[in-house]
């Protein structure tokens, strides 16, 4: 599977951003996929991640509540909206697919298989 990530922009603090992972390849349903984020000066974090069926979500401890992980199969696409951003969620954004016929818990530990490029999202004060 290959990923294109889209959505990045500038906006102010308390607005919103949907962010957009184009897949391509065949097996897209069969990963859980994830977003990561590496904002200036800090090592790439899980934000949040998605089973390959889209019925578990897990969320990073910051952004519960602000972000909502989510999955179309028949699209091969995963979004992630995300609502009431503050300046401390800028930071390049990536999504990312877990290991093949992998549960979700391979992306939360953060064993990704598969990167796409960033996406930059500043948010402003």
């Known amino acids: 599977v290959q990923l294109q990530a889209s959505g990045g922009g500038l906006v102010q603090a308390g607005g919103s951003l949907r962010l957009s992972c184009a897949a391509s390849g065949r097996s897209f349903s069969s990963y859980a996929m994830g977003w990561f984020r590496q904002g200036p000066g800090k090592e790439r974090e899980l934000v949040a991640a998605i089973s390959w069926s889209g019925g578990s979500t897990y969320y990073e401890d910051r952004v519960r509540g602000r972000v909502t992980i989510s999955r179309d199969n028949v699209k091969n696409m995963v979004y992630l909206q995300m609502n009431s951003l503050k300046p401390e969620d800028t930071a390049v954004y990536y999504c990312?697919?877990?290991?093949?016929?992998?549960?979700?818990?391979?992306?939360?530990?953060?064993?990704?298989?598969?990167w796409g490029q960033g996406t930059l999202v500043t948010v402003s004060s």
């Open positions: 990312a697919a877990g290991e093949a016929n992998a549960p979700i818990v391979v992306v939360i530990r953060g064993q990704v298989e598969v």
